[in-house]
């Protein structure tokens, strides 16, 4: 019996081993190499990340902190800029902040972040641009803080002549497995020790 709960000992370590996500450093998405003008369906590549307008129309400015940013288009109502990790099994990520500010005229209006998981929103948050022209603001997720998600959603206005503007998004990819996928490797790992354990027994 104690070579049993040796073998589970072993098992259990290597399941936390492969659960716990490993250590990650986070990347800054700074719009660089993107097309000035873009609508769907024309999207962007930088440092492990696609990016693209999931509605209307994006531009990107040389107008950014420093330069260049993502902003909503002056004669539309702006859109939605969508990213999501550039691999072929769509993984996971964490949305940490951004620095956001505004053009124009007017109040700054609500930038709103939106964080999706199989197309299910899993949270939302809002922030609210700095009234003063072009003053970026850096701001920390709160309720997307540490939530796992394969799509961020963020709405840009531009309404009455004035756009809402993102640059710097901070996002830090994660290696967590599905939930599927770690109760089947668990039940292997206990399968194997319990195996192991009768043939010494």
């Known amino acids: 019996m104690h070579k049993l709960h040796k073998h589970m000992a072993i098992a259990a370590i290597l399941l936390a081993a492969l659960v716990l996500p490993s250590i990650a450093s986070a990347t800054v998405i700074t719009f660089t190499g993107s097309v000035e003008e873009f609508g769907p369906g024309n999207p962007t590549v930088e440092s492990g990340y696609r ?67 199989n197309g299910v929103l899993q949270a939302s948050e809002s922030f609210q641009s700095s009234a003063s022209d072009l003053v970026f603001t850096t701001i920390s997720s709160i309720a997307l803080s540490g939530v796992l998600i394969d799509e961020l959603q963020i709405g840009l206005e531009a309404l009455d002549s004035q756009s809402e503007i993102v640059d710097n998004v901070v996002l830090t990819a994660s290696s967590v497995p599905e939930p599927s996928t770690i109760a089947m490797l668990g039940l292997g790992l206990a399968g194997f020790g319990y195996r192991k354990s009768l043939k010494t027994s």
């Open 51 to 117: 990016y693209d307008a999931l509605s209307g129309t994006l531009i990107r400015s040389v107008r950014g902190n420093p330069n260049p940013s993502i902003e909503g288009r002056f004669n539309t109502t702006g859109g939605i800029l969508q990213i999501v990790r550039d691999d072929l099994a769509g993984g996971l990520f964490t949305f940490d902040g951004a620095d956001i500010a505004k053009d124009n005229f007017g109040i700054g209006r609500f930038i709103v972040f939106a964080g999706y998981r």
